[in-house]
């Protein structure tokens, strides 16, 4: 009915990792009815710290079988049984990835003794099998070999079923329980607190640092899908190992989750998220007062923490636009840095430019038409509300693009009018924007049109 197995291995995670021992004990539920142990030829080094760990040298395992040469045993051993081990996934990703390249498709209910020890013996400060077996009195011999290791989880699994009152093991072979999907060290609690609703989860590592951020229709459906199917990569098991708590943040929309979620990728900049965090390379036009009192207006790249009068993706495009202001405003070329030549400018021959590069027109006269320049620019762009459902019947969601810049989002109550800009910035937070979040809510007003609602610029 159970086989109950401990493996060792030359690292942590079944893609590059190989078995150097395996050792599997069969149980009728009440006493060993058989057992299988043996070394494995790995094909590659051990490595030296793993040897220490185990004791098991490249030495020992020259002469002892390659995992092919037992892998039809191995899968008749383990077929149709209930798969056991402290820390099952790790052992069964292993011999299930060892398996399938030997032409073998393990299929096995699973149970995990950490997890089954949490809750049958809860309040113990450690579910290591070192810890537990101290704790509750098994002995181990040849500790971190297979065999010594599963004979000691073999004597766990017998007090963890004579001590399951709550029917803690029967609820882990249910079916349609998720609870052996689960990383190691996350509790079922935190899965079934999470809400069916949109919004934004956390994953916390052991210190309670964020390490993961995503945004989800459904915060819960989308969660639980992390934890699904067996994969054996490295980043994979390390991702799950991290995982000890979640937390989540419910947002009205499911575009309310993106736009926050790359907000807090931003913020936190979490371990595991790729995407999103790269630098972009993004332009816009500055503006400041030289030491002769005239305005200049300059491309630069854009900076954090800066925020340009007007924001553009490329070089090439702001360039464009910059000489198309100076034609109409009558701007110089030299104090726009167009023209870096010490040569006469240009502006002055085809009457773009009034003199003030040769200080023959005053800064207030030419500052006044770069003011006017930038207004231009930004009355050109959109200003409009989204307005959506919210978290409860009770409000609607909010989000607030400002003269073609994201100001921000929230919640505002039903019975509020909307029509006051001003006022209704009270309810919202304000919040740094990206090109990730400004494509998006253009992308959005370009395919929703007619559910904007326009505001003054």
Known sequence: MYAIVDIETTGGHASAGKITEVAIFLHDGMQITGRYETLVNPGIPIPRYIQALTGITDEMVESAPQFEDIAEHVFNLLQGQIFIAHNVNFDYSFLRHELGHCGYKLQAKKLCTVRLSRKVFPGFPSYSLGNLCRQLNIGIVNRHRASGDASATVRLFELLLAADKMGAIA????????????????????????????????????????????????????????????????????????????????????????????????????????????????????????????????????????????????????????????????????LCFLQTSPDPCTGLADKTCKGACEKKEKPDKYNQRVL??????????????????????????????EKGKFYGMGYVPRDVAVSDTAMLKDWLTQYPENEFILNLLRTYANNNAGRLVQVPA
């Not at 009355?379 to 607030?400: H, K, N, V, W, Y």
């Open 372 to 401: 006017e320049a930038i207004g231009h620019l930004q009355s050109q762009q959109p200003s409009f509300l989204i307005l959506d459902a919210g978290r409860q019947a009770t409000e609607q969601s909010c989000i607030l693009m």
């Open 171 to 334: 609820q882990a072979l249910n079916a349609r329980s998720k609870d052996k999907w689960l990383p190691l060290h996350l509790s079922q609690d935190y899965v079934d607190d999470l809400p069916a609703t949109p919004g934004v989860y956390y994953f916390h590592n052991e210190k309670g640092k964020v390490v993961y951020v995503g945004k989800a229709r459904n915060i819960r459906k989308r969660v639980t899908s992390h934890f699904t199917g067996n994969s054996a990569g490295r980043q994979r098991q390390e991702f799950l190992r991290n995982i000890h708590s979640i937390t989540f943040e419910k947002t009205g929309t499911e575009l309310m989750a993106f736009i926050l979620e790359s907000i807090e990728i931003r913020r936190l900049w979490p371990q595991y998220n790729n995407a999103q965090k790269r630098i972009e390379s993004k332009f816009g036009f500055y503006t400041f007062e030289d030491q002769q009192g005239y305005l200049r207006l300059a491309i630069e790249k854009r900076r954090k923490y800066t925020t340009p009068v007007f924001a553009f993706n490329l070089l090439a495009e702001g360039h464009s636009l910059l000489r198309q202001l100076i034609r109409e405003f009558k701007l110089c070329p030299k």
